[in-house]
């Protein structure tokens, strides 16, 4: 039915990142090219006619090519921009996981992932073990600092009831040794704001949400069912995490696998500390800084302004906005499992992203995403800017002020 709704005004089109770098991806042209097939192959099916040409050829491969659906971000917005509420990306997802399970035909780097996934429960080849190594550098920083420990690990409590929420560290806040400053500054500010809080640690695994976007429902299935299972074990109501592909995931799919979690961003669960007064910023940051808006933070779940709201809390902070920004932002070029795939084709998403957000003249990058905080890095090395310009978290910043 959305390949009869579309008028063909190309406006999602021209908001779509792989498009707008040179990607052969077209959201219209996969709209209405759907219903070209529908239209051909349609009739012919109705009336059960026998050898009709139409019938031998495929959607995906004979009207759409992989190279089409591997270089979509999922970043929704063609969703967004669409007058007549078509969605692009279902189909698109749909189209993907038909030629990873039924078809074995994906772009050859996602073996290691799916590999990786499969062993570790992490796109990372890293070992379920290692998820705690964060949880230990935190309690040696603080320690060494005289702060206030809050943090428990929910497995020795054998319930989350008496805590006050679960922080959910991510594959990337546990592993990425960048992102892992970004889990232990957050943890700190839950410390200093007397937040008692618990982590899973080697317990948690990815919540499946690359594997899902790259087609592998299986996979997904799996990874989601043993997550649930685990929260289930423990009573887990509330969560928090600092990755908005996680918050995704767990607030809005885990539904359909048999749970109900109140699922939080980092950002505004910040916000919230702010305004209750548990954290008062008063070191004076004289800092350009602009905010980059992650997809699946924005987007899919409508958060703008927490972000926005946590930076402005903090002293001298001089917000100064990309041109497209909020529901208009640009993707940074990850999502929709991209984060793992080789980029070949055309300019890279990241590039694009990073010279708007050089063009502003901010001296500091704000994010509030794993993928989105590596994708503007790799950018700014890139521009060879990596001395004058900084990619920051805003729990980063927050911690900065304090």
């Given at each position: 039915?959305d390949g009869?709704?579309?008028t063909?005004?190309?406006?999602c089109t021209s908001v779509?990142p792989?498009n707008i770098?040179?990607k052969?991806l077209?959201?219209?042209?996969?709209?209405?090219?759907?219903?070209k097939?529908?239209m051909?192959?349609?009739p012919?099916?109705v009336?059960k006619?026998?050898?009709v040409?139409?019938?031998q050829?495929n959607?995906?491969?004979?009207?759409i090519?992989?190279?089409?659906l591997?270089?979509c971000?999922?970043c929704?917005?063609?969703?967004?921009?669409?007058?007549?509420?078509?969605d692009?990306i279902?189909?698109?997802v749909?189209?993907?996981r038909?030629?990873v399970?039924?078809e074995s035909?994906?772009?050859?780097?996602?073996?290691?992932?799916?590999r990786?996934?499969e062993n570790n429960e992490s796109?990372?080849a890293?070992?379920?073990?290692q998820?705690n190594d964060?949880i230990d550098?935190?309690q040696?920083?603080?320690?060494?600092e005289?702060?206030p420990?809050?943090?428990?690990?929910?497995s020795s409590?054998?319930?989350a009831?008496e805590?006050?929420?679960v922080f959910?560290s991510g594959?990337?806040?546990?592993?990425?040794?960048?992102y892992r400053?970004?889990?232990k500054?957050?943890?700190k500010?839950l410390?200093k704001?007397?937040v008692?809080y618990?982590?899973l640690?080697?317990?948690?695994?990815c919540t499946?949400d690359?594997?899902?976007?790259?087609g592998?429902e299986?996979l997904?299935a799996?990874?989601?069912q043993?997550?649930?299972?685990?929260?289930?074990k423990?009573n887990v109501?509330?969560?928090?995490?600092a990755c908005p592909?996680?918050m995704n995931?767990l607030?809005?799919e885990?539904?359909?696998?048999?749970?109900e979690?109140?699922?939080?961003?980092?950002?505004?669960?910040?916000?919230?500390?702010?305004k209750?007064k548990?954290?008062?910023?008063t070191?004076?940051l004289?800092?350009?800084?602009?905010f980059?808006?992650?997809?699946?933070?924005?987007?899919?779940n409508?958060v703008?302004?927490?972000p926005r709201?946590?930076?402005k809390?903090?002293p001298?902070i001089?917000?100064?906005?990309?041109?497209?920004s909020?529901?208009?932002?640009l993707?940074?070029?990850?999502?929709?499992?991209r984060?793992?795939?080789?980029e070949?084709e055309?300019?890279?998403?990241?590039i694009?992203r990073?010279?708007?957000a050089?063009g502003?003249?901010a001296k500091?990058i704000a994010?509030a995403?794993p993928?989105?905080m590596?994708m503007?890095?790799d950018?700014i090395?890139e521009?060879?800017?990596s001395?004058?310009v900084?990619v920051k978290?805003?729990?980063e910043?927050?911690?900065?002020?304090?």
């Amino acid at each position: 039915l959305d390949g009869y709704t579309c008028t063909e005004c190309g406006r999602c089109t021209s908001v779509c990142p792989a498009n707008i770098t040179g990607k052969l991806l077209n959201p219209k042209i996969i709209v209405t090219k759907i219903r070209k097939r529908t239209m051909n192959a349609g009739p012919a099916m109705v009336e059960k006619e026998e050898g009709v040409s139409e019938l031998q050829k495929n959607l995906v491969s004979d009207y759409i090519t992989p190279q089409e659906l591997w270089a979509c971000t999922t970043c929704m917005a063609c969703v967004q921009e669409c007058p007549v509420m078509i969605d692009h990306i279902t189909p698109i997802v749909d189209m993907r996981r038909n030629l990873v399970m039924m078809e074995s035909d994906f772009p050859p780097e996602m073996n290691t992932v799916f590999r990786n996934m499969e062993n570790n429960e992490s796109p990372w080849a890293f070992s379920a073990a290692q998820r705690n190594d964060w949880i230990d550098e935190l309690q040696d920083e603080l320690s060494k600092e005289g702060s206030p420990d809050c943090l428990k690990k929910v497995s020795s409590m054998g319930s989350a009831d008496e805590l006050d929420v679960v922080f959910w560290s991510g594959c990337a806040g546990a592993f990425d040794k960048r992102y892992r400053n970004v889990t232990k500054s957050f943890a700190k500010l839950l410390n200093k704001a007397g937040v008692k809080y618990g982590v899973l640690g080697s317990e948690e695994k990815c919540t499946g949400d690359p594997a899902r976007r790259l087609g592998n429902e299986f996979l997904a299935a799996s990874l989601i069912q043993q997550n649930v299972e685990t929260l289930k074990k423990y009573n887990v109501k509330k969560v928090v995490t600092a990755c908005p592909h996680c918050m995704n995931t767990l607030k809005n799919e885990y539904s359909a696998f048999g749970i109900e979690l109140e699922v939080t961003h980092h950002t505004e669960f910040i916000e919230n500390l702010l305004k209750e007064k548990k954290l008062i910023p008063t070191k004076k940051l004289d800092e350009k800084v602009t905010f980059h808006d992650s997809c699946y933070l924005g987007r899919y779940n409508d958060v703008y302004s927490s972000p926005r709201n946590s930076l402005k809390s903090v002293p001298g902070i001089d917000m100064v906005e990309m041109k497209r920004s909020g529901d208009r932002g640009l993707c940074c070029g990850a999502g929709g499992g991209r984060m793992f795939l080789e980029e070949t084709e055309g300019k890279r998403v990241n590039i694009e992203r990073t010279e708007e957000a050089l063009g502003t003249g901010a001296k500091t990058i704000a994010s509030a995403c794993p993928f989105c905080m590596t994708m503007l890095t790799d950018g700014i090395k890139e521009k060879e800017k990596s001395d004058e310009v900084k990619v920051k978290d805003v729990a980063e910043i927050v911690l900065e002020s304090l």
